[in-house]
């Protein structure tokens, strides 16, 4: 059963546009929610995270909304580059239980 | 400062052979992951260490697979015999105290024939 459901599983965006991915969790306990970045042949990378207690968290380019009443958060990519070309995957924890549950990730092409 | 190590970054085998991975975490994170990565999914978590205690090895199928961590830095992950389902990418990471940041290495990526 996954905990944490993460759409679209592929996305296509022109440069210079907004990429948005948004995921959808069913435990209430989970109260970490980061943003992993990974490109081929690495390993992911944190890319943002945000907590429960603030509905918007952005870090240059990089925005995260949580929305706790849906039990949902999203990533968006403001002027999306061809460097932003990469797998992202959400994830959340509960309690800094240390057992990140995975989206199955986003595959986002930015076409130059 | 470094970052995780893996080794080796390549492997291929031949069904029924053993085999197995080295993880170097960043110096003084005393927690650290393996997890295994198949194609299109996200990871999934094999075992976690506390230093040198697995505290969550819950989702590692002891039948074939083994891992260690003897001194409380490096791990090595094992499998015997491996399987030609065992054909991923095996990502170690690790994170410091209270730190829930997981820094990952790059993985090695097994081919069973």
């Known amino acids: 059963q996954q905990q944490v459901k993460q759409s679209p599983q592929s996305l296509i965006v022109q440069k210079g546009g907004i990429s948005i991915i948004n995921c959808a969790y069913e435990?209430?306990?989970?109260?970490?929610f980061p943003w992993y970045q990974q490109f081929p042949g690495k390993g992911p990378a944190l890319l943002i995270a945000?907590?429960?207690d603030v509905s918007e968290k952005k870090e240059g380019r990089f925005t995260i909304s949580f929305n706790k009443s849906a039990k949902q958060f999203s990533l968006h990519i403001m002027d999306s580059q061809p460097g932003d070309s990469a797998t992202y995957f959400c994830a959340a924890d509960a309690g800094n239980n240390r057992k990140l549950i995975w989206g199955l990730g986003t595959s986002l092409a930015v076409n130059p | 400062e470094a970052g995780v190590v893996q080794s080796p970054r390549y492997k291929i085998i031949e069904k029924k052979q053993p085999v197995a991975f080295w993880c170097n975490p960043i110096?003084?994170?005393?927690?650290l992951y393996w997890y295994l990565q198949n194609l299109g999914q996200g990871p999934e978590l094999l075992i976690r260490y506390e230093n040198e205690e697995a505290v969550d090895d819950s989702q590692l199928p002891k039948d074939r697979f083994s891992a260690e961590r003897l001194k409380g830095v490096d791990s090595t992950l094992k499998i015997q015999p491996a399987e030609l389902g065992d054909s991923a990418v095996y990502l170690c990471?690790?994170?410091?105290?209270?730190?829930?940041?997981?820094?990952f290495g790059p993985g090695t990526r097994l081919l069973v024939l």
């Open positions: 990471a690790s994170s410091s105290g209270n730190q829930e940041t997981q820094y």
């Open positions: 110096s003084g994170h005393n927690t």
């Open positions: 435990n209430t306990a989970f109260d970490y």
């Open positions: 945000i907590r429960p």
